[in-house]
């Protein structure tokens, strides 16, 4: 690992980080009373529900607190309040545990040299981004983009890398694609479920990940987050967050964005302007485009089950399973370019594009001050949070339009479009559950060729439109190819096959990830859209890992 | 502090008024028009220099929409991100139908956009009668730039966040008003009747522009609803005028001379009914409107139409 990376820089800053963002929020708290409270409120009935020693005994500090707050003094409370943001920023900021590095790094020789092989593997091992440079990966992932702009806007600013969120292997194969594409490491809030995975906490800790408790979910911890958040980034430290907020369940490109932590671009910016040091960020938006999805199955079971609503976070899905993960891994070697990271045009925080010196231009190209976006009628600077809220929605629907034209449609996604409408037009005026109770269906193979060509004629339209973006493989590959790329990509890692080859056509078998697959061309009108049905699956629970 | 200065660009009698109204509150006023000078208005500076006008942060545009493009195009070329530029005009643009507040993003810097609306008329307003209006922006201070600059104890502004439901609640009054007139002019309308048009449309025109994106709520408030119900009174509207003349018998081109103002609702009626069309909203009412700018059916059929579709 380089010695920039901020994994050394990191252990370096962590307890200036930590404490500028204790003061910040303990600054911003106007009743810690209050703060406490709901804290205490929140926090007992999570433990309450929890049968744990260590969390009963949590459970009784926190109801003793809840006794002595009101008459506390307000001193006590503000020293009590700094006490716990303390813990909560300290635990956010992650601790980096030798014992769970050195876990990491006993299991990931076996993993890696099963697949790869290479004799230098072992010098590598302690270096594992080196090792990841590996041609054996780099032909793997395909990376597209102005990366020469994105390098030149590191030095410029602050980057933050604003992903689209299929698998829990994004942010491992964004962080290859940074280090493949000349681009700085970046720091990104992970779920803390996700730290109990030894292989995925390796690489988290590794490309300077902290952590981010979703069981706790009162504005205290949120503060402690965004303030962190805000902190790193006025140092300087590019970032990653995925505005999904979650896992895209039916495998559409996000259309509705959760922007609290990247409301903090602008809140950073200000204040670089306010000490009369401008530090601009940008937001780079990109999408992460897998041929298949590991967690497929689980995403689109989860996205279809009326208990799954409840589901908040999955913690036994495949990407806790090591063997799925090495059937993935495994799989993924023996596809080319079956994973597309494709940068976007990067923005300013106010959803403005920028071009390779850092100046934000406006709808018609033309170079704006940054800084006015942020002043009043007076001219001045100014703070103003719901100005600034409506800017980030603004953002939003920027980068949700980024999603949507940068999408690289892959041989799956296409051919599995043309399937369920197959499958659709075999059950007219069905609601979504009976299509998907439609089990081996056949069509004979010149009959999907075709359908599948009409669907990658299409996307070629939109492509010249610049609505969409299609995979090498994909532009210019005649129906059948098409159809047999998706199913050599389909065959051997899903645990049933999804479509299956038989001298008389092609038998449709699983149509819950046929679903899962198209749903990725929802948003380019190409595919049949389950939200738009009469019958929803009902309004998706954000969160999760 | 010094408070600051406020630019209307347009010297018509609605960009008149709009600087007369804000002479009444704290900021310096300044009207850009094209025209010579021709009205004595005391405390404003007239100016005719784009750049100057630009000095002020907050400006309220008041032309005609045929002009709103290319003013906005010239505009553009003076503002930066610290501007805040409303908007008072009615219509939406081109067979897109755009907004006029699309139109500013598209041509210029500037994000922090408003539109103005509701029933006062430009008279009312440059007389300092009491009266009410509308002023709707996403960003909560434009909205509150708007009510520093011109609200007073003669002048009640009402805020919304539905900027896009503004605009087309204005559009759609200005053609909507055009049957107020005509029904007016045929003489045996009873209030009660005319309160049914007015509710019936209202409700179709809430149909249509929540299919563009609109809140619904605004057509029942002040912008909507408030609007068309002041065309029962208005007797010198514009487009009251138009749709009276029409019901006389005036050939089109005369009832637009005697309406004296551009009505922007006369090319509106058919874009709005095309697009209602294409997203299966049925409008009886808009399209009984278009049967009197065409003057393409007979009169009895075109008031039966606009009462029972």
């Known amino acids: 690992m380089p010695r920039s990376a901020p994994i050394f820089h990191f252990n370096h800053e962590r307890a200036a980080l930590v404490a500028q963002t204790i003061d910040r929020v303990c600054a911003q708290t106007r009743s810690p009373l209050h703060a406490l409270n709901d804290a205490a409120y929140w926090e007992t009935r999570r433990l309450e529900a929890s049968r744990k020693k260590g969390d009963q005994d949590e459970l009784a500090e926190w109801r003793a607190l809840s006794r002595k707050l009101s008459r506390m003094t307000d001193a006590e409370r503000r020293s009590q309040l700094k006490e716990l943001v303390g813990n909560y920023a300290g635990d956010i900021a992650g601790n980096f545990d030798p014992r769970v590095y050195r876990l990491s790094t006993r299991i990931l020789p ?26 054996a990966i780099a032909d793997k992932v395909v ?4 990366t020469a702009r994105l390098q030149k806007l590191a030095d410029k600013g602050t980057l933050v890398f604003v992903p689209t969120h299929a698998s829990n292997m994004d942010s491992i194969v964004f962080g290859f694609a940074l280090e493949l594409s000349g681009l700085p490491p970046a720091t990104y809030g992970a779920g803390k479920n996700l730290f109990t995975n030894p292989i995925l906490s390796f690489f988290m800790h590794n490309l300077g990940a902290y952590k981010v408790d979703r069981r706790l979910r009162f504005d205290l911890y ?23 907020g979650t896992r895209s369940r039916s495998g559409a490109v996000e259309a509705k964005l959760k922007l609290g932590l990247a409301g903090t ?93 850092g100046n934000s231009l406006d709808a018609r190209g033309r170079v704006v001050d940054t800084s006015s976006f942020v002043r009043d009628v007076r001219g001045e600077v100014s703070f103003e949070p719901e100005r600034d809220a409506q800017y980030t929605r603004e953002l939003a629907t920027a980068l949700v339009d980024a999603y949507r034209k940068n999408t690289v449609v892959m041989a799956t996604h296409v051919v599995a479009a043309a399937c369920f409408e197959h499958l659709r037009q075999q059950a007219p005026g069905a609601d979504l559950f009976n299509v998907l109770r439609l089990r081996d269906q056949k069509i004979s193979r010149d009959e999907l060729a075709r359908l599948v060509l009409e669907r990658r004629d299409a996307l070629r339209e939109l492509e010249k439109r610049g609505e969409v973006v299609l995979a090498e493989d994909v532009r210019d590959t005649s129906g ?54 009469t019958q929803k699956p009902g309004p998706r629970r954000g969160g999760g890992a | ?58 400006i309220l545009v008041a032309v005609p929409s045929n002009l709103a493009r290319t003013v906005a195009r010239e505009l553009g070329e003076h503002l930066d991100g610290s501007h805040v530029l409303v908007h008072g005009i009615r219509g939406l643009i081109g067979p897109e139908l755009n907004t006029v507040s699309q139109i500013f993003r598209e041509e210029t810097p500037v994000r922090r956009l408003g539109a103005l609306g509701g029933p006062v008329q430009a008279d009312e307003l440059a007389a300092g009668n009491p009266s009410a209006m509308v002023v709707a922006a996403e960003f909560p201070d434009v909205t509150a730039a708007v009510r520093d600059a011109l609200q007073s104890d003669r002048l009640q502004l009402h805020m919304t966040r539905d900027l896009r439901g503004l605009e087309w609640a204005s559009a759609l009054v200005g053609c909507l008003s055009i049957g107020i007139g005509y029904v007016q002019a045929r003489g045996s309308v009873s209030p009660g009747l005319l309160a049914a048009l007015i509710s019936r449309a209202v409700d179709e025109a809430a149909t249509i522009a929540v299919a563009a994106g609109a809140e619904e709520k605004t057509f029942y408030g002040l912008g909507g609803y408030g609007d068309l119900l002041a065309s029962m009174a208005l007797t010198d509207r514009p487009e009251v005028v138009l749709g009276r ?16 103002l551009r ?8 874009r709005v009914a095309a697009f209602a069309r294409s997203r299966g909203v049925s409008c009886p009412v808009l399209d009984a409107i278009g049967k009197i700018l065409e003057s393409s059916s007979d009169a009895e059929a075109i008031v039966r139409a606009l009462f029972r579709g």
């Open chain 1, 110 to 135: 076996s993993l890696v040299t099963g697949l790869l092989a290479p004799g230098s593997l072992p010098k590598k091992l302690r270096h594992p981004l080196e090792l990841l440079k590996l041609d």
């Open chain 1, 143 to 146: 990376l597209q983009g102005d």
């Open chain 1, 222 to 244: 949120k503060d402690c987050l965004k303030a962190y958040s805000c902190v790193l980034l006025e140092r300087g430290y590019h970032s990653l967050f995925f505005p999904g």
């Open chain 1, 265 to 357: 671009g602008i809140e950073s910016y200000v204040s670089s302007l306010r000490r009369g040091a401008e530090r601009k960020v940008f937001f780079v938006p990109a999408t992460i485009n897998y041929l298949i999805t590991l967690e497929a199955e689980t995403l689109i079971a989860d996205y279809l089950s009326e208990a799954g609503k409840a589901r908040y976070i999955i913690e036994d899905d495949e990407s806790s399973r090591l063997s799925r993960v090495l059937a993935f891994v495994r799989k993924l070697f023996t596809m080319r370019g079956a994973v597309v990271v494709r940068f976007g045009t990067p923005l300013d925080p106010f959803g403005n594009p920028v071009d390779g010196d």
């Open chain 1, 480 to 533: 059948g190819d098409l159809l047999a790329q998706a199913m050599s990509a389909f065959s051997g890692y899903h645990s049933a096959p999804v479509i299956e080859a038989q001298p008389d056509g092609i038998v449709l078998r699983d149509p819950k990830l046929l679903l899962y697959y198209q749903n990725r061309l929802i948003r380019h009108g190409l595919a049949f859209d389950p939200e738009a049905s």
């Open chain 2, 1 to 58: 502090m010094k408070p600051p200065s406020i630019g209307v660009l347009g010297g018509g009698p609605w960009g008149l008024a709009l600087a007369q109204a804000a002479t009444r509150g704290p900021c310096t006023t300044y009207l850009y028009s094209r025209r010579q000078q021709d009205a004595e208005v005391p405390s404003v500076h007239w100016t005719r220099d784009l750049a100057e006008l630009a000095q002020c942060r907050l």
């Open chain 2, 245 to 260: 003349e029409l019901a006389r018998g005036a050939k089109l081109e005369e009832a637009r001379l005697r309406a004296r």
């Open chain 2, 263 to 270: 009505v922007e609702a006369i090319d509106l009626v058919p």
